[in-house]
């Protein structure tokens, strides 16, 4: 079993930057492939905000698009989201996901979602 517990959300003003960390962690040995966060906004639906491939190659929403910088550590099974110029309708429940294979099957995990509100 493999879990992802993110962190580093908060409250921030417009403008303003945050920036959250997705752990992996496991009982065994796995392997992460691609990676991502979504977020989820109060009566709206879950929405992709950005993916990365285990090889690096980056994917993001239209709407983060030159705000946000998604990165990972391979070798300490991390990945990260740099928010930059941060909006009020950036405010979403934020989750950590990955497509990961461990002992002999691929699986989509889930965070538990980290909360992120931009308000002045």
């Known amino acids: 079993q493999v879990q992802l517990v993110e962190s580093g959300g908060g409250l921030v003003q417009p403008g303003g930057s945050l920036r959250l960390s997705c752990a992996a962690s496991g009982r065994s040995i796995f392997i992460a492939n691609t990676m991502g966060w979504y977020r989820q906004a109060p009566g709206k639906e879950r929405e992709l905000v950005a993916t990365?491939?285990?090889?690096?190659?980056?994917n993001y929403a239209d709407s983060v698009k030159g705000r946000f910088t998604i990165s990972r550590d391979n070798a300490k099974n991390m990945m990260y989201l740099q928010m930059n110029s941060l909006k009020p309708e950036d405010t979403a429940v934020y989750y950590c996901?990955?497509?990961?294979?461990?002992?002999?099957?691929?699986?989509?995990?889930w965070g538990q979602g980290t909360q992120v509100t931009v308000s002045s």
């Open positions: 996901t990955g497509r990961i294979l461990s002992g002999a099957s691929t699986s989509d995990y």
């Open positions: 990365i491939a285990r090889d690096g190659s980056r």
